[in-house]
């Protein structure tokens, strides 16, 4: 809105310039949606304490996680809101980049909020029945391939994605199989960050930094300068994404501050989904999906460690008649705890693997 209304005055007003920039305006969106998180936090809290919408411990985890029964859920729409308005007041809003990624924040926070409203306000222990879960993720993911196909937003060829590690170097898929790639992107990434929100402030401080990581190749991909020489994909427009990624990130921060433990509100699936959707839908505008693999690394070793504990128990029980498991406890978050690490030992030393992951997805700019 402001890299609207500001730059005509700037005849009025010099200084109104610098509204141009996305730089500045990437800057005052972080600091926006931190505000927004800060100030909005304690309102919404207290509004869910008062509804009594807790979240439903189950006994099956560490025992350390009982005394978590009854915090305020559904926190994540203060990352929805922080993220929004922050976007909205910030970006330009007639970039389609910036538009396709609040779209899919919103909707995967929906289909999040309502999972989260049949558990805790309803009472459906299972909430949204996984299949309807796993059809409104789909829906969302073929319809932006789909819209992708028809209505590209760059003159760089939809079905071709950038490969880590090799300048110019592209895959290329056939069109039913792009379509299909975005579906399992966007359902893929927004169930990793969910499977990971089980430790306090553990999902929001990585979705933080893959945020951030992510909106600095949108602004790389956004220069013809910086993305030829970096041997980048160059995606004119691509460059306001980068105000939505550090928005995202900010409100991810803010957020933090309420959920770092002991937390007094949990995101949910409101804002593990919205999150985990906005990171999937950001690396397939970038034609970066592979790169969100090394991005999202925590992400994908979370899942990693569901799928093959779910895996070789199955497929020990029926070879030796009893399940065995791989890890004491999946996701592997929880097997730390099992092997006597504190909570915030295992979140912050996991945060520090994110950041690693991160530091090799910059290295792919110039190991190529």
Do not use: C
């Amino acid at each position: 809105m402001l890299a609207h209304l500001l730059p005509r005055l700037s005849d009025v007003f010099g200084p109104f310039n610098v509204f141009v920039y996305i730089s500045f305006r990437t800057a005052g969106a972080v600091v926006t949606s931190l505000v927004i998180a800060f100030a909005l936090g304690p309102a919404v809290i207290r509004r869910l304490r008062l509804a009594k919408v807790g979240q439903v411990v189950r006994d099956v985890g560490p025992e350390s996680h009982l005394v978590k029964s009854g915090t305020p859920t559904m926190g994540g729409i203060i990352i929805i809101l922080a993220t929004t308005v922050s976007t909205l007041l910030w970006a330009r809003l007639d970039n389609p980049y910036t538009l396709v990624a609040l779209v899919s924040l919103l909707w995967m926070g929906a289909i999040g909020f309502l999972d989260d409203y049949l558990k805790v306000v309803q009472g459906k222990t299972r909430g949204l029945v996984a299949r309807y879960k796993m059809i409104g993720q789909w829906t969302f993911g073929l319809a932006l391939g789909a819209f992708l196909i028809w209505n590209p937003i760059s003159d760089h060829p939809t079905t071709w994605t950038s490969v880590p590690f090799f300048a110019n170097v592209a895959a290329v898929f056939p069109v039913p199989v792009f379509v299909i790639f975005t579906g399992i992107v966007v359902s893929g990434s927004s169930n990793a960050v969910n499977l990971t929100d089980g430790l306090d402030g553990l999902a929001a401080g990585l979705t933080a930094i893959a945020a951030a990581t992510l909106g600095i190749f949108a602004y790389i991909a956004g220069r013809v300068d910086t993305s030829h020489y970096l041997g980048f994909f160059y995606l004119p427009g691509a460059g306001e994404l980068t105000i939505f990624a550090l928005a995202l990130a900010g409100g991810a921060l803010g957020f933090l501050w309420f959920n770092a433990h002991p937390a007094d509100v949990f995101m949910g699936d409101t804002g593990s989904l919205a999150l985990g959707g906005a990171l999937g839908v950001m690396a397939i505008l970038l034609k970066a999906e592979f790169l969100l693999v090394i991005v999202g690394g925590v992400f994908v070793l979370e899942t990693l460690s569901v799928i093959v504990q779910k895996g070789w128990f199955k497929y020990t029980k029926r070879r030796f008649g009893q399940g065995r498991r791989v890890f004491r406890m999946a996701p592997v978050h929880h097997h730390f705890e099992k092997l006597g690490w504190s909570e915030a030992t295992v979140v912050i030393r996991f945060w520090i693997v994110g950041v690693l992951f991160a530091m090799v997805a910059f290295s792919t700019l110039k190991i190529r």
